[in-house]
C-alpha cells in the first residue's frame, strides 16, 4: 500500500522561496512507489492551495506553485478551510504531513498545532519545540539554563525602541560593544540580519530587523568557524558527521551567500579533532533534548580559535535545497536522501503512535 504523503511549502513567511527550493528537491528525491504524494502550496499572502496528485518529480518552482494555483483538480483554502478539506475526496486521509515550511507561520508550531488537532502526523518537531526553535531568545534562555555555552545577548520588543532607541543603543554597547548581530527574534535564512560595527549601523540595523518582527535579538560578535550538525530522532536522537560552513569574500553567511552567489563552501566532513566533535555532539543532543525536539534539527555553531565552541541555533525544520548542508551531512553519515526522507517520515509515524497511548478521560 502506498502511503499517502501531504507536502506543504511556500508559506506566509520572508523565507517563502527557500521553502520552495526545499520542496522541489523533496519531490525529486521521494519515491514515487512508495509514496502518493499531495501537493499543497502556500501563498506568501497565506492563501492554502490544494493541487492534484503528483505523478513525478516537480522541475521548477513555478510548477509547483502552479500546481494548484491552476490545476484542474486544485481546491482554494485558507487555513481554517483546510481541516474540513482533508475529509474530502481530492485531499483525503493523508497518511503524513510533510510540512516542509520555514521561518514563521510555519516552522514556528502554528501548522504543527493545526495538525495536531486533526490528528494528522507530521514530520518533525512538534508545538513546543517548533515555536521555541524559532524565536531565539526563548531558544537561547532554554539553552542557557541547560549549561550550553553561547554569546552573550540582549533582546528588544519594537515599541521598546520606538520609546528610547538611544537607551537601547546604550544596552547594546554596555553589554556587548562592536560587532554584534542584530536579527529578528524569529526568522532564519539570514533574512534581516546585519552585522554592526557603530552605533550608526546600528540604528540601520534595528530599523531593518524591525520590518521583520516586533521582537530582535543582539548578539555579540564572534570570529569563529561555523560547524553544523545534523540530528535525527525521537527520543533517541543521533547525530551526523560535522559540516563547517566557510563563507569566501563575504562579512558573514547572509542570504546572498546562502542562495543567490554560490560565495560559500560547505566542507564534510568538517575538519576538527575528534574530541570536539564528541564535545559538539554530547552539546546537540543536549540542546535537542532541551527543547524536547522530535524528528530532526540542523544544530549550528561556532568554534573560536581558542578551541571553544558556542551553540549558536537550532533550525527545526532546516532547508534541504540542493546546496543545503542537513541532506549533504546526511549523505556523508550514510543516508542517502530519499531514505532520510523515509527516516523522517518513519519518525513521524512512530510519535504519532505514541501519542495515540496518552488517555484522555479517566
Ligand atoms: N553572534 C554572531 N557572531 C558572529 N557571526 C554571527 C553571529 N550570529 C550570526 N552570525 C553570522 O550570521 C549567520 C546567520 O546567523 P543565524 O544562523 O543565527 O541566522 P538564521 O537566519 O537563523 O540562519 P539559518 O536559519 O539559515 O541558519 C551565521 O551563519 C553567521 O555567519
Ligand atoms: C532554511 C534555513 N532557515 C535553514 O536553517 O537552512
Ligand atoms: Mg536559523
Ligand atoms: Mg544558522
Redesign the pocket.
Known sequence: MKMRLGLLYGGKSAEHKVSLQTALAVTKALDFNKFDIFPVYITVEGQWIAGKQLTGPAQSVEELKLLGGNGEDSMSLTAGMFAPAVSEESTKSFDVIFPLL?GPNGEDGTVQGMLELLNLPYVGNGVLASSAGMD?VIMKNIFAQAGVPQ?DYVWFTRKEWQKDAEQAYAKVEEKLGY???V?PAN?????G?S?CTSKEELDKAFAEAFQFDRKIIV??????R?IEVGVLGNDDPQCSVAGE?V?MDVD???YKA?YEDGTTGLVIPAEIPEAKYEELKELAIKCYQALDCSGLV?A?F?LTADGKLLM??V?TM??FTPFSMFPLLWQHTGVEYPQLIEKLVNLAIERHEEKQQIKHSF
Open positions: 520555514h531565539k554569546v560587532p554584534c548581530f536579527k526568522l532564519g535564512s539570514s533574512v540580519i552585522k548578539e555579540e560578535g564572534v570570529t569563529a561555523e560552513i563563507p558573514f553567511y547572509d546562502k540542523r549550528d561556532f549558536n541555533e533550525n532546516p532547508g
